[in-house]
Structure formats: C-alpha cells, structure tokens
C-alpha cells in the first residue's frame, strides 16, 4: 500500500480561484517525487494541503492509510509527527544554536514541561549529533544558526526534519535561496538520505535541470491539475511546453552537473 494517496484532492482559496482541481496521486515508501510547474500553478498549496497548513475543500488525503481531511486536534498533531516539512527559508531559530534547532525536531514527541524547558532525553541529543555528523555540520552544533551560511542553514533544516523520524518528507523549494553549486550539495544529500532510509520525499522544486538530475519521478502541475507523471527520460520539449507553455527549453538543458560556475568579470561602464 503506498504511503500517501491523493485522491481527487481539491482546493479553492475563494469561490472562483481554483488552486487545486481533482489531483490524484499515489507515493510509495522510497520514491522521491519531484513537483515542477510554472509559479501559481498550485505546487506550494498542494504540499500544504498535506500536512494540512491548507485545508483542502475537496477530496482525501490518505497517509499511512489515515484520512487526514477529517481529523484535528491530537489525532491530526501526532500524524503530523511523522510528516517533516523542509522550507526555502529555513524556517530555523535564528537565536538558538544548530544543536537546539535540530532538537526541536524532537518537540511533538516530549511532554508539555519538557518542551517549555526544552529539557531533551539522552537518546534524543545522541541522535541529533548523529544526524549532524550525517549533514557535515558536527563541529558547527553549538554555533548559532545566523552565523551559517544558507546552505549551512539547510543542512540544519534537513538534520530538524530527520529528528522528527518522518515517514514522508515534504519539501518546499530547498534551493531557491541558494546558489547553483549549493543547490545540487543540498539536493544530492536530500536524495541519498532518503535513499539510505527508503523515506518518500516530494520536493516543489522551481529547477527543471536539478530535478532531473536528482528525482526518479517527476509530476508537473498546471493550473491545479496534475498533466504530466513520468520519469525525468520522458520529460521532453513537447512535455514541458504542455506544463509550462510556449518556451525554448534547449537554452536551459546544457547545465551539466559539477560544471564550474562561470567567472564572471564586472566591466565598470565608461562615463
Ligand atoms: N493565501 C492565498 N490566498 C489566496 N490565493 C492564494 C493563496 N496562496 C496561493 N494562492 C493562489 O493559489 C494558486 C496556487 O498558488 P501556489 O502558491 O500553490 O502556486 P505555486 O505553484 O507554489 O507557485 P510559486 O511557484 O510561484 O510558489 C495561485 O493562483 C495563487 O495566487
């Protein structure tokens, strides 16, 4: 049985904007789905409406064979538990250090007191430097987060999601605060931890050349309505004009992975 369901999920922010219309999708433990579609084309929303930051106004949203359209309270917290969300922005504790990030990760799963103290068992701050040393930020645990840089940043981002033992992962635009070269860092250790864990991932990435690279299914999205679930192989010119419209995808195909940046020189402009 697959992880997560969609079905025929639907979302209306007003009576006549439809952000999502009748989207259908089944994601198995493992699979690492990337969610690629021109900007309003509901990518944001969709992920949302999973965890459910949006409510949806139609449909069902079946996690681990749950419907979580119709639950709240305690039921719907501890659902969420297991559903970790990583964002463009980080979403980190600017002031606490990469350690107390990571840990509040551990925060749906300690009691009331605990968590207002932020009083963590021994297990839970084992396994936070383990997930440290897994994202390469060991000896950077008792700094605080703003004196990272936004890759740095990330990797705490991912670190605070894993402490949550997910069984899915929902991410929103992991790269788009970062430069290319950090961008594919942080995508490719995205895809081999979940690899390593069989953890089903779906990733709203703006980067048709990134998910190529790093997802093994990509859904495209236009106007709320999923057209296109393939393999990256079948993502041709004629697939990506049906998602995005008119354009010239040749121009953007040629950025091969671990191509240097190029050197950019500033040429003061003559008075
Ligand atoms: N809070 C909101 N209130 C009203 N309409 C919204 C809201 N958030 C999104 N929308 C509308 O819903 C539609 C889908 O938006 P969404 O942000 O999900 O798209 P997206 O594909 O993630 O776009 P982008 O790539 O630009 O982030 C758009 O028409 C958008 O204007």
């Not at 025929?8 to 089944?26: C, G, I, N, T």
């Amino acid at each position: 049985m697959a992880t997560l369901q969609l079905k025929s999920l639907s979302m209306h922010y007003s009576a006549k904007d439809k952000a999502l219309s009748d989207v259908s999708l089944e994601v198995n433990a493992g699979e690492i789905v990337g969610l690629i579609g021109p900007s309003g084309a509901g990518k944001s929303t969709l992920i949302r409406c999973i965890n459910r930051l949006n409510n949806p106004t139609g449909g069902q949203v079946l996690f681990k064979q749950q419907d979580l359209t119709n639950i709240s309270g305690s039921r719907l917290r501890q659902a969420r538990r297991k559903i970790a969300m990583i964002f463009q922005e980080y979403a980190l504790i600017e002031r606490l250090t990469v350690m107390e990030n990571v840990l509040s990760g551990r925060l749906g799963y300690v009691s009331f007191m605990s968590s207002l103290l932020r009083k963590f068992p021994g297990k839970d701050v084992q396994q936070a430097y383990a997930l440290l040393d897994r994202v390469g930020l060991l000896e950077h645990a008792n700094k605080r987060v703003d004196a990272l840089s936004g890759g740095q940043r990330q990797r705490v981002g991912i670190a605070r999601a894993l402490a949550q033992n997910p069984e899915l992962l929902l991410i929103d635009e992991p790269t788009a605060a970062l430069d290319p070269r950090t961008a594919r860092q942080v995508m490719r250790l995205i895809s081999e931890i979940c690899a390593e864990q069989g953890l089903p991932a779906i990733i709203n990435i703006h980067d048709v050349n990134l998910a190529k690279l790093f997802v093994q299914r990509i859904v495209g999205l236009q106007q709320g309505k999923v057209v296109f679930d393939g393999s990256p192989a079948q993502l041709n010119d004629d697939v990506l004009t049906l998602i995005y419209g008119e354009e010239d995808w040749q121009q953007s195909e040629s950025n091969e992975e671990d191509t240097p940046e190029p050197q950019v020189t500033l040429l003061k402009a003559s008075a």
